[in-house]
């Protein structure tokens, strides 16, 4: 899975989550079916930026603090995996 569609999907659910919102919410708010909001959040689909923004409209955020969200928690994961040191075989 990619650091990046994980990090982003993450940050879709903290902010939905913040809003007090089901995924059926969010995908009636921004048009978008439930199961792809549910592929969203856990990283399997890549949403391209008019459905970010569409995202980010519903969310009622800007698409930039989506997108600096999902930044954040691409750090964290990587600060994350760089104490855990390397993987033990």
């Known amino acids: 899975m990619s650091e990046v569609r994980r990090a982003f999907g993450l940050a879709v659910r903290i902010f939905r989550e913040r809003r007090g919102w089901s995924q ?33 409209d519903a969310l009622g955020i800007s698409h930039s603090e989506l997108l600096v969200q999902a930044e954040e928690e691409e750090r964290r ?3 994350g995996a760089s104490r855990s040191g390397p993987a033990k075989t």
């Open 24 to 56: 059926a919410q969010l995908a009636d708010a921004s048009k978008v079916d439930r199961g792809y909001i549910s592929r969203i959040e856990k990283g399997t689909v890549d949403p391209g930026l008019e459905l970010q923004r569409r995202l980010a």
């Open 77 to 79: 994961a990587s600060r």
